[in-house]
């Protein structure tokens, strides 16, 4: 029986894999509004249509001294728009982030990590 390893989870922005995540490996992915929207038309049918104002919010922890933050935080602050691509090594699946900017880094002042959320409009081109 294998075990899981939290280790085993690769993030890479822009065609390069961040290095220097926090010593948890803590990450989270979460998508907030819901996948579709209940509709009733002018003649009372009900459907649901998709829901295209749903996001996706992707965080991981950072060492302080990582050698992606520096990175990381030029692109917060230039609003760069591009991939984030999260690698499960231990099932062999890819999550691609597509549309995705990083909305913030925030951290305490003398913790010794950050934590850098990103949002993204479609995951797997979903």
């Known amino acids: ?43 009372g049918e009900g459907l649901n249509i998709v829901n295209n104002q749903r996001i996706w919010k992707i965080s991981r922890s950072f060492k302080v001294d990582s050698k992606s933050l520096p990175m990381l935080f030029e692109d917060c602050m230039n609003f760069v728009e591009d991939e984030l691509v999260v690698r499960d090594i231990n099932t062999g699946k890819d999550d691609i982030f597509s549309e995705c900017m990083i909305s ?11 934590v850098v959320h990103w949002v993204a409009l479609s995951r797997n081109s979903k």
């Open 1 to 43: 029986m294998t075990v899981y390893d939290a280790k085993n989870i690769e993030f890479s922005w822009k065609g390069i894999t961040l290095t220097g995540t926090g010593d948890d490996h803590a990450y989270s992915i979460s998508q907030e509004g819901a996948s579709v929207k209940p509709y009733k038309g002018v003649q």
């Open 104 to 114: 913030s880094i925030e951290g305490e002042k003398d913790s010794s990590t950050r």
